[in-house]
């Protein structure tokens, strides 16, 4: 949008990585068109107040978008009571096929077509819907909300085995957005005076999968903008990565996956004294 001329506002964080809703107002004029916050970060699962923002925006008639790719199918998201105009979300995220995604709009809430040419989807989106995709994109969230509570309950248990193992074991790790709310499948850890790139090479040889930041900078060097945002010491910053667990994942794996960390953490820092 930038690009084309439109005028950008970046909302800043604190350092818990959280929006502030007063900044939010200060940033609103009659020439705002569009307000779109993330629900859950997917860096550090840090949960945003969606429902104050959009009240916020909806008091002065402006469009609210969130992106709850990270949270649909990990907590509980009701459209309804977030009170957004829009709502996007992919089912890959909540175990359902991919090459599909979804939007909620509110009753009345007007949008352009992007592709152009056809009447299907009432007109908004040309060319043949997958029903397949569709079909698996039902079946993913009827079965996540028939475990809902199980498998929110569960992961939490899990990430929070995982990080206290971790942090237990390794005396310069830290742990990113942990005093904020946070979604149960996401956790941030600095490794602190060790290089991201070089503790997730290692990992990977030990089998234990994780990232330095989002899919959607993947294979990028650069620096979190994420934690940058949050004001994150440098040495954070730079030994940061991102664990994500799932359905399946079992306690077993969960202890496994702390052993093998720990013993690359603890290599890679004998090295690095050495």
């Known amino acids: 949008m930038e690009r084309e001329g439109w005028q950008v506002d970046r909302l800043g964080v604190d350092r818990h990585g959280l929006v502030d809703p007063e900044e939010l107002k200060s940033l ?28 916020i925006c909806r008091s002065l008639g ?10 649909v199918g990990k907590i509980d998201v009701q459209f309804g009571e977030l009170g957004v105009t829009a709502l996007s979300l992919s089912p890959h995220k909540f175990h359902g096929p991919r090459g ?12 352009l077509p992007q592709l152009l040419g056809g009447h299907q989807q009432a007109g908004l989106r040309s060319g043949t819907e997958s029903v397949a995709l569709a079909c ?4 993913a969230l009827e079965q996540w909300h ?15 085995r995982l990080e206290q193992q971790i942090l237990a ?21 600095a490794f602190v005076g060790l290089d991201r790139q070089a503790m997730v090479m290692a990992l990977d040889l030990a089998g234990v999968a994780c990232s330095t930041g989002s899919a959607c900078a993947s294979g990028s060097s650069e620096p979190s903008p994420v934690l940058l945002a949050m004001g994150c010491e440098a040495e954070v910053v730079a030994g940061s990565i991102r664990f994500s667990l799932g359905a399946t994942t079992t306690l077993a ?22």
């Open 28 to 55: 609103l004029s009659p020439d705002t068109r569009l307000v779109s916050v993330m629900l859950g970060n997917n860096e550090t699962g840090v949960l945003q107040p969606i429902a104050q923002l959009a009240a």
């Open 62 to 71: 402006v469009p609210f978008h969130t992106d709850a790719a990270q949270a």
């Open 100 to 111: 599909i995604g979804g939007l909620l709009l509110r009753k009345g809430a007007q949008i």
């Open 136 to 139: 698996g994109l039902h079946v």
């Open 146 to 160: 028939g475990e809902a509570a199980d498998r929110t309950a569960r992961m939490t248990q899990l990430r929070d």
């Open 169 to 189: 074991g390794a005396a310069n790790a830290t742990l990113v957005g942990g005093e904020a709310d946070r979604l149960p499948h996401t956790s941030n850890i």
């Open 253 to 274: 794996e969960i202890d496994e996956a702390s052993r093998r960390i720990l013993l690359v953490y603890k290599q890679l820092q004998a090295q690095k004294e050495g």
